[in-house]
């Protein structure tokens, strides 16, 4: 079997607050334990790969929240997965994009089922944020969708 990387995408998903930017972490559960933000793998179904549209599916299936402005940051990066993960066979790890995504500040709405990916999420402010995530590549993509929003 040949062994690939799976085209996903990361979104950083803020809202604008009277005490500025929050962005939205979520408590991983499934296959590891940590924070990070959004993200997934994307689908041919019948959207092209890269677009608003699978940004928007993206957020709206991990969050429940509707984006209302995508920007791409034509960031891309790829990582190795620690270990196997037995519902993605013949995949070594993740080739991503990175994205931002607006939102209004609401209830999250997290899948709950026993096979749910996150199991709690938290609004933070970006110190906040940069010191719970648990990967450095997600570290990084934060700081540079910070940087453009502080232009």
């Not at 699978?54 to 960031?75: D, S």
């Not at 990916?117 to 648990?134: G, M, N, P, Q, R």
């Amino acid at each position: 079997m040949k062994k690939r990387y799976r085209k996903s995408v990361f979104v950083v998903v803020y809202c604008k607050t009277k005490k500025g930017i929050e962005y939205l972490i979520l408590k991983r559960k499934l296959h590891w334990r940590g924070w990070e933000f959004p993200k997934g793998g994307v689908e041919g179904l019948k959207e092209k790969i890269f677009t608003k549209k699978a940004i928007k599916r993206e957020v709206k299936e991990e969050t429940g929240l509707e984006a209302i402005q995508i920007k791409n940051m034509h960031v891309s990066g790829k990582y190795n997965y620690k270990k196997m993960l037995k519902d993605r066979p013949g995949i070594i790890g993740q080739k991503y994009r990175l994205y931002a995504a607006e939102v209004k500040k609401g209830k999250v709405n997290l899948n709950k089922n026993h096979d749910a990916e996150h199991s709690d999420y938290k609004w933070v402010s970006f110190d906040k944020a940069i010191k719970k995530l648990t990967w450095p590549n997600q570290r990084k993509c934060l700081k540079i969708v910070n940087s453009w929003l502080k232009k």
